[in-house]
């Protein structure tokens, strides 16, 4: 055997199943299909600042930009991440012992257990929730417990469900609202029981926040406006989303001192810092864009509601999100009564019109038979695309 149990365990993510049903279809028939409309990634087709992409072009120029990039030369990032998070949630903290910049919330998720956790470790995750959060876990051979979140709760988090002994032997708690996959945006509340529970049972909180600045409804919640985050907390922050720079990979962690330590230790074996040229313009998105998320809601608004009241005349009726970006779709009921999964809807929607959406178990068991779609085209484009899907869908009810 070439390959580890742990591999095993992880299996395959469900971007890259995708990815591999986008190639087949890309290599069937071009005759006989339309082209493809990929809705399946929170890759948005809207722009970032056009300053900080200037200031990346501008100081790749420099031969400095070519270089490794070591902790200490994040400087510059981290001091604005942390003038960014006072002004933002109010909260003023240390851009040198409580800020670290990540390759992508994603990499933070996703190497965090591996700095808390023995083998055998309990740990608990949402369910549905981002893949990274449970492929952590796997790599780090933990003990993996799931919360479910349902929609009859609004996908609240139950944490009655938990009983005071599971509470004393977890070690970690993984959370993240706004929700992805859910297009949840949660409450304030939510955290600060979390926070409870880890401050009184002793065990560490974490909190992905990629989509602070993109609630379309209601305030998003922020593990820093939590008691007790300096001691057992440690948050999640992107400019994936909110500046539309997903493909650069740049995010940040800001956390409990002996946290950031740890997961900086961790990363100076794992991989190196962006280049400063991707820093800086980083730089000039939180500083002087600190607004752009703000501009995006409105689109998001528009491209939500249509999309919605398209599928809902196709006879789909789709949940309201509160969070930019997704759509959360149950399988409409003709299509559980031909025993078809998310899986296979995904597939029968993929190879019959040329869309490709999220399946839904790929976040977890209490995902499945969902699907989650990314509104990452022009309204326009969503509502022909709904559009494209009616000759179909017609045949099947």
């Not at 257990?113 to 949402?126: H, M, S, W």
């Not at 948050?235 to 997903?246: A, N, R």
């Not at 977890?364 to 709904?386: I, N, S, Y």
């Amino acid at each position: 055997m070439l390959t580890s149990k742990r591999l095993a365990r992880l299996g395959s993510g469900v971007f890259d199943r995708n990815d591999q049903r986008k190639r087949s279809y890309q290599l069937g028939d071009a005759q006989q299909q339309q082209p493809l409309i990929d809705l399946s990634l929170g890759c948005t087709d809207l722009l970032p600042p056009p300053a900080a992409v200037q200031a990346m072009g501008d100081l790749l120029q420099e031969p400095r930009s070519a270089a490794y990039c070591l902790h200490a030369a994040t400087a510059s990032f981290r001091e604005a991440a942390a003038a960014w998070c006072e002004q933002r949630l109010g909260v003023a903290v240390d851009p040198e012992r409580e800020v670290l910049l990540l390759v992508g919330s994603q990499e933070g998720t996703a190497h965090l257990p591996l700095t808390v956790l023995d083998p055998g470790d309990q740990a608990l995750i949402l369910d549905p929730s981002y893949p990274s959060h449970r492929g952590g876990l796997e790599l780090a051979d933990a003990s993996i417990q799931t919360l479910p979140l349902t929609p009859e709760r609004g996908w609240a988090p139950d944490f009655k469900a938990i009983t005071e002994s599971q509470w004393d032997q977890l070690r970690l708690l993984i959370l993240g609202f706004p929700h992805n996959p859910t297009a949840c945006v949660g409450e304030q509340s939510w955290l600060d029981e979390a926070m409870h529970q880890g401050h009184h049972h002793d065990l560490v909180i974490a909190h992905d926040n990629p989509y602070l600045d993109l609630a379309l409804e209601g305030e998003a919640p922020s593990l820093l406006r939590c008691p007790h985050w300096r001691e057992r907390g440690i948050e999640f922050f992107s400019l994936s989303k909110g500046w539309c720079l997903g493909g650069f990979r740049l995010a940040f962690a800001i956390g409990a001192e002996p946290l950031i330590t740890a997961l900086r230790q961790a990363k100076s074996v794992i991989d190196f810092n962006q280049c400063q040229a991707l820093q800086q313009g980083a730089v000039v998105a939180l500083s002087e864009h600190a607004d752009w998320p703000a501009n995006l809601l409105p689109i998001y608004r528009e491209r939500r509601d249509r999309t919605r009241a398209a599928l809902a005349a196709l006879g789909w009726s789709i949940p309201l999100p509160t969070m930019a970006l997704y759509l959360w779709m149950p399988l409409p009921a003709w299509a559980r009564s031909k025993g078809w999964g998310d899986e296979q809807m995904a597939t029968q929607l993929l190879e019959h019109c040329g869309v490709v959406v999220t399946p839904g178990s790929g976040f977890g068991e209490a995902g499945r038979d969902w699907l989650r779609l990314a509104l990452v085209r022009p309204a326009d484009e969503l509502e022909a695309t709904v559009a494209r899907l009616a000759p179909w869908w017609q045949q099947q009810c």
